[in-house]
């Protein structure tokens, strides 16, 4: 089993996001830490992007942020390596094709497998256009995430045979962000993906914030993903995130009807 399949093996997973740099790194750490400890199965770590094209203006903001604060991949991979003598969960970066292209994509992944990063997300890059990594991320045992959407319909099983690690299922149209109610037919989504590919876990994400939210899209899948009420909570708080952070990975992850270690 791959360590990303691992994170759904007990249970329905919870899966937080938070973007690195914002406020700094070493709040970022901090904050991979505590979510760890509060019971996330499996950590997205955002690598910030000048021009972020799937998320909405928290994450936008919080990419500025980081950006202006002077962070850098290199940085970024540092502040993971040493994460990982802590930190046993499983970790995925998410950023953009062209932060990969910017610093090279054979040495930007190897670094990936080098330091402990289990997987890779790039919103940006359709399923027809994977093949421009994937080959590299097999190459070094990088699990390159699919994304499928309520605009993927008739693609939903071919991404699904191919896909690796877990599938992300989108939501709703348009950029993350905190929505007060997801109405598309997501457990439709999901029984496509399995009929297609029954070993592959499906994770939703993009809108949620609350616990009743979060239990509802693990009921139909297989765990919950929140990024932008995370974010949300870091912009709000700054270096004084951290509690915060942790008490509301904890109800999240217990709305999901596991119990988060205290």
Known sequence: MSNIKSAFAHGKAFISFVTCGDPDLDTTAALARTMAEAGADLIELGIPFSDPTAEGPVIQAANERALRGGVTA???????????REVSVPLVFMTYANVVYGYGAERFISTCAEIGVDGLILPDVPFEEKEEFAPLCRKYGVELISLIAPTSAGRVEQIARAAEGFVYCVSSLGVTGVRSEITTDIGAMVRLVREANPDIPCAVGF??????????????SDGAIVGSAIVRLVGQYGR???????????RMKDALGEDAPE
């Open 240 to 250: 004084e995130a951290v509690p915060y952070v942790r008490e509301y990975v904890k």
């Open 207 to 220: 809108g949620i914030s609350t616990p009743e939210q979060a239990a509802e899209m693990a009921a139909v």
């Open 74 to 84: 290199d940085r970024i991979f540092e502040m993971v390596r040493q994460l990982r």
